[in-house]
């Protein structure tokens, strides 16, 4: 198969508008509520990762750099690294972001480094968060939170595809099951495709729609954490990339050159991205099947989930303002002790 046709990194942006497919060094973005191209961001690298964390876009190149970009423009908010080569992303609900490169972790927010780690045992293929801690999966079902203190390691099946974060806990598709794994307490199982192997798991961000990407070209879509079935999406001479659920509950799935399907489980559709200029539209062969909506309950926000608030730089006038008072202490001061030796 073409590696041109193997889906590759995407995301919904922060505010729902904007869906966002690397394909080689670009990020090409589309409106989510018609399809239509909207920016095209060029890297210094080929794209490895590509995930929402409030207010930005994050994008992890090849070579190490977390940027920042503005859904609304495409345009740099920030850059940090390189990091090194070959990383992995992942972000929080809350606006974190995480980069495993070699055998360090690194967690950031915005363009600030909040933490560093080192790991004992490298062999990382993805990484999340549960809440705001961090968290690690290795191939043979091993994962690691990273909360403040020690280690937390839990035993999932294997092998291990990928995990994706929640609120509580880290939602991980391992061997055939798709669950939710905190990092104390009991795992919930949601699905289970027995003889099957799954490969990558989606969540929507209030927890209650998820999905798994079953193989390389399978994708089923579910609600009621798993109790309800909403539909499924099969590919045929491509591969299913990474997914994102926008606020509408509609799944996007890439499908490689820079392109991606929105399955609408209410109105049992499916659509595709329009072609950027100078690109290609391509074609290709989809099968899609509507079980079931999603209840509107299933759409509303979930209230405890909190973006971190960022700490603004003083303004000019505070600082002025912490000058003159501390010239005024230093005058005082020189003051009181001239009168005391006086």
Request: include cysteine; charged fraction near 20%; aromatic fraction near 8%.
């Amino acid at each position: 198969m073409d590696s041109s046709f193997q889906g590759g990194p995407l995301c919904v942006s922060p505010d729902g508008q904007i869906v966002a497919v690397a394909d080689g060094h670009e990020v090409l973005t589309y409106r989510t509520s018609n399809e239509a191209p909207v920016w095209i961001y060029v890297c210094d690298a080929p794209v490895r990762g590509l995930d929402a964390a409030a207010p930005d876009i994050v994008v992890l190149d090849a070579a190490g750099n977390v940027i920042g970009l503005n859904p609304e423009d495409g345009k740099p908010r920030w850059q940090m690294g390189p990091f090194g080569p070959d990383g992995l992303l992942g972000t929080s609900l809350s606006g974190r972001w995480a980069v495993v490169t070699g055998n360090t972790l690194i967690v950031g927010r915005s363009g600030q480094k909040i933490q560093e780690i080192t790991l004992e045992d490298p062999e990382v293929v993805s990484v999340a968060f549960g809440g705001m801690v961090p968290a690690v999966g290795y191939r043979d079902g091993r994962i690691r939170f990273y909360p403040e203190g020690d280690p937390v390691q839990r035993q999932g099946a294997e092998p291990l595809g990928m995990l994706t974060s929640g609120r509580d806990g880290v939602v991980v598709a391992c061997g055939p099951h798709l669950a939710e794994m905190p990092a104390e307490g009991k795992a919930t199982t949601f699905v289970t495709y027995d003889g099957e192997t799954l490969t990558g798991a989606i969540r929507s961000t209030n927890g209650r729609l998820i999905a798994a990407r079953v193989g390389e070209q399978y994708v089923a879509a579910f609600a009621e954490g798993g109790a309800v079935t909403l539909g499924h999406l099969r590919y045929f001479e491509r591969k299913a990339g990474d997914g994102a659920f926008d606020a509408d509950g509609n799944l996007w799935v890439a499908c490689g050159q820079g392109h991606a399907n929105r399955l609408d489980f209410h109105k049992g559709l499916i659509a595709r991205t329009d072609e950027h200029p100078d690109h290609a539209r391509g074609t290709w062969q989809v099968q899609f099947k509507t079980d079931q909506a999603p209840d509107p309950d299933a759409l509303k926000p979930d209230p405890d989930v909190r973006i971190e608030e960022e700490e603004a730089p003083p303004s000019l006038l505070v600082r002025i303002e912490k000058i003159f008072f501390g010239v005024v202490v230093v005058i005082g001061t020189w003051w009181l002790l001239m009168r005391l030796l006086g």
